[in-house]
């Protein structure tokens, strides 16, 4: 068990471009958070994934921002047109069921320029 | 939706000392509250948690206490150590419905003076 990974680590792109990250919970852990960090702020959550059914999407997740889990094994979140304001750590965490602690990957920070 | 606040939003103590950072909650849903250590550009990590069957936990130098009543629960670090210098996340969650997810209150600057 190596933990929650997400690729990749950083990101900077010019506006309008597209990006897609990615995330890898724990093997095992059927349910897959996304979530967005700013700076001086709690984790904001964006959506989650019981296996490969999006259960829930929060209205901070505009229709430019799109996140699929086809196999119920890694996730992968995709933001469209970029904007300056999308500039953030986004963070991917996994529980082994609705119980259980959330473990978090170590975030992706996207820089918009 | 629930709503966690979260207080102070920077600590400053001197090493040994105590320290106690304070959330409040919306939600009478909520039911499950860990509490997250992040440090400079790394992951949120897990440290505590409490569910609402019970009032009080601890391990080691943290503690964790719930008032169900108050919708509130604190944090509690005895003998600061500098290596406890950190941003503390709370956070609420609704375990018994399939809602999934974590409200997070805004975190806490704790600085531990040596």
């Known amino acids: 068990d190596t933990g929650v990974s997400q690729d990749p680590r950083h990101k900077i792109t010019k506006r309008g471009q597209n990006v897609t990250f990615r995330c890898d919970p724990i093997?095992?852990?059927?349910?897959l958070y996304w979530y967005r960090q700013t700076l001086g702020q709690g984790p904001e959550f964006l959506t989650y994934?019981?296996?490969?059914?999006?259960?829930?999407k929060s209205r901070l997740l505009s229709d430019r921002f799109s996140a699929e889990r086809p196999k119920g094994s890694f996730s992968t979140l995709e933001i469209q047109r970029t904007e300056q304001g999308d500039s953030a750590m986004y963070l991917c965490a996994s529980t082994l069921d609705r119980f259980g602690p959330q473990h978090f990957g170590d975030g992706t920070r996207l820089s918009i320029l | 939706g629930e709503n966690v606040e979260q207080h102070p939003s920077t600590l400053s103590v001197q090493e040994g000392d105590s320290a106690v950072i304070k959330c409040t909650y919306s939600?009478?849903?909520?039911?499950?509250f860990p509490w997250y250590k992040q440090e400079l550009g790394k992951r949120p990590q897990l440290i505590i948690d409490i569910r609402s069957n019970v009032g009080e936990k601890k391990d080691q130098r943290i503690a964790v206490t719930l008032n169900k009543t108050a919708k509130h629960f604190s944090l509690h670090i005895t003998e600061t150590q500098p290596e406890d210098s950190a941003v503390y996340f709370c956070?609420?969650?609704?375990?018994?419905?399939?809602?999934?997810?974590?409200?997070f209150g805004d975190g806490t600057t704790l600085t531990v003076k040596p």
């Open positions: 994934f019981q296996n490969e059914a999006q259960l829930e």
């Open positions: 956070a609420a969650k609704a375990s018994d419905t399939n809602a999934g997810k974590s409200t």
């Open positions: 939600d009478s849903a909520s039911n499950y």
């Open positions: 093997s095992e852990h059927n349910r």
